[in-house]
């Protein structure tokens, strides 16, 4: 089996800001794990360079046929918190307030702006037999989100619980993006999550099993845990208005 000689990143911002950003487009980063059991987590790599505070949404809402979101599930928002090169690794939580990756077939929708007016980047199925649904009939099924590509910004894996791409790194990163969004070249199993610290062929700093944030009054609550924590010194915090 081959693996990512890659950074891998295990954090999960909300950074209330208003900074510049980079601008991506559909195919500029690719979802390449997924675990639905137990320790839910899943994992993106970035296929172009971005600037410190920009900002990635994925949500496990459903792509309806009419070109909306289902509205029923959740959102996390990924802010780059340095400038990061393409090849970095992110592991994000898969249970965060109303995202929750499940064991029945999901998928996972990757996107900058809002769930109403979105830039699609890229998309992940996992419900059925390698194939997209007719539309979004349900928490677990989704149609091929319009402007994506299955095979270049999408990917219809065979449902399994757990799953990450296991073919290897290319040189080329449209020859790479090529290869993850083919499902021949996934792994998976309905039992066990993976480590995806050891999968990807790194040490993961700090590794999130959940992690939630709630506003009171003026205030903003935040309560996490963490499964791993390897030479962490501590968690800084920022807040702008």
């Known amino acids: ?25 559909a195919g500029d980063i690719a979802i390449v794990g997924l675990n639905c059991d137990t320790t839910k987590a899943f994992v993106f790599v970035l296929l172009t360079d971005i600037e410190i505070n920009t900002e990635i949404n994925f949500t496990d809402n459903g792509w309806q046929n009419n070109n909306t979101f289902r509205t029923t599930e959740g959102v996390i928002t ?12 992110i592991v994000l939580p898969g249970v965060v307030g109303n995202f929750n990756l499940s064991t029945s ?11 109403t007016s979105p ?4 998309a992940l199925n996992d419900e059925g037999k390698g194939v997209w649904q007719d539309t979004a009939s349900s ?15 999408a990917v219809a894996l065979n449902e399994v619980n757990n799953a990450y791409y296991s073919e290897g790194p290319y040189i080329d990163l449209n020859v790479l993006r090529t290869a993850i969004s083919n499902n021949a070249n996934w792994t998976g199993n309905n039992t066990t999550p993976y480590d995806f610290s050891t999968v990807f062929n790194g040490n993961l700093p700090v590794e999130l099993t959940s992690f939630s944030a709630t506003t009171i009054g003026s ?21 702008s208005a």
Not at 7 to 21: A, C, D, R, T
Not at 119 to 122: G, K, P
């Open 1 to 25: 089996m081959k693996k990512f000689g890659l950074l891998i990143i295990s954090l999960i911002s909300f950074v209330f800001s208003s900074y510049g950003q980079t601008t991506l487009s």
């Open 119 to 122: 830039t699609l980047l890229y």
């Open 139 to 153: 928490s677990n099924t989704s149609c091929l989100p319009t402007g994506l590509v299955n095979g270049f910004s």
């Open 78 to 89: 990924y802010t780059a918190q340095s400038n990061l090169t393409a090849g970095s690794v």
């Open 219 to 239: 205030k903003v609550k935040l309560n996490w845990d963490t499964a791993t924590e390897i030479n962490n010194y501590g968690f800084e915090i920022e807040r």
């Open 105 to 115: 077939g999901d998928q996972i929708i990757a996107f900058q702006g809002t769930l």
